[in-house]
């Protein structure tokens, strides 16, 4: 099964909620990343979070890791309609030499 | 400008076909990517390089292949081996950074279409 498993498989919301979306992988990792996905376009990066680290935040983004329960969330404050994209999480595993895995994606819709 | 680029953005090829897929960066990267992605799905990783001349399989290598001939270039060739090509492809490339930092940057992908 994938290394990354994500939750929701889709989240609808309105402009100005917030948005969580849930990544969990099964092995040790180096770094998480978090990618956006807009339709038919190529991934681009959001933000990583190395195995030491707890939180992180840019900008409206916040990302959480959780080594013991081996899982990560990002939030969304405040969304915009132009935040609608497909969110994925990618785990560096260790020793795979900067090989990403990556999940199958939470598709986040924002509603104006 | 600096990044990453893959042609053609659509891709229509008959069974029994080869067909390759372009992709060139001019950010100096040393690794370069090739990931397949389904409707609603994640991505998989066919192959990948780290290095000019040398390439590695990926999760899901078989009926592919690639060359490794210059830095900015890793063209993958789908063959008709591949029983079922019709897909989102995507490339991408990353500097290989010290452990803990390393992120992947991505070209716009390519939408092949089996006839």
């Known amino acids: 099964s994938q290394q990354g498993e994500e939750d929701p498989q889709a989240l609808s919301i309105q402009e100005g909620e917030n948005a969580t979306m849930n990544c969990s992988y099964k092995?040790?990792?180096?770094?998480l990343q978090w990618y956006r996905q807009n339709s038919g376009r190529g991934l681009v990066h959001l933000i990583l979070i190395r195995s030491n680290e707890r939180e992180k935040h840019s900008g409206r983004l916040r990302v959480t890791l959780d080594t013991s329960k081996k899982s990560s969330s990002l939030l969304i404050t405040a969304s915009r309609a132009a935040d609608t994209a497909s969110y994925f999480c990618?785990?560096?595993?260790?020793?795979?030499?900067?090989?990403?895995?990556f999940g199958q994606g939470t598709e986040l819709s924002v509603k104006p | 400008d600096g990044g990453i680029t893959q042609s053609p953005k659509y891709l229509f090829r008959k069974e029994g076909q080869n067909v390759t897929l372009s992709c060139e960066q001019n950010?100096?990267?040393?690794?370069m990517y090739w990931y397949r992605q389904d409707p609603g799905q994640g991505l998989r990783l066919i192959y990948y390089?780290?290095?000019?001349?040398?390439?590695q399989k990926g999760d899901i290598a078989e009926g592919y292949s690639v060359s490794r001939e210059k830095k900015e270039s890793f063209p993958l060739t789908v063959t008709s081996a591949q029983k079922n090509p019709t897909a989102f492809y995507l490339c991408?490339?990353?500097?290989?950074?010290?452990?803990?930092?390393?992120?992947?940057?991505f070209g716009p992908g390519t939408r092949l279409t089996v006839l």
């Open positions: 092995t040790s990792i180096n770094n």
């Open positions: 990618a785990t560096d595993i260790n020793n795979q030499g900067g090989k990403l895995i």
């Open positions: 950010l100096n990267h040393d690794a």
């Open positions: 991408a490339s990353s500097i290989l950074a010290p452990v803990n930092t390393d992120t992947q940057y």
């Open positions: 390089s780290q290095i000019v001349n040398d390439f």
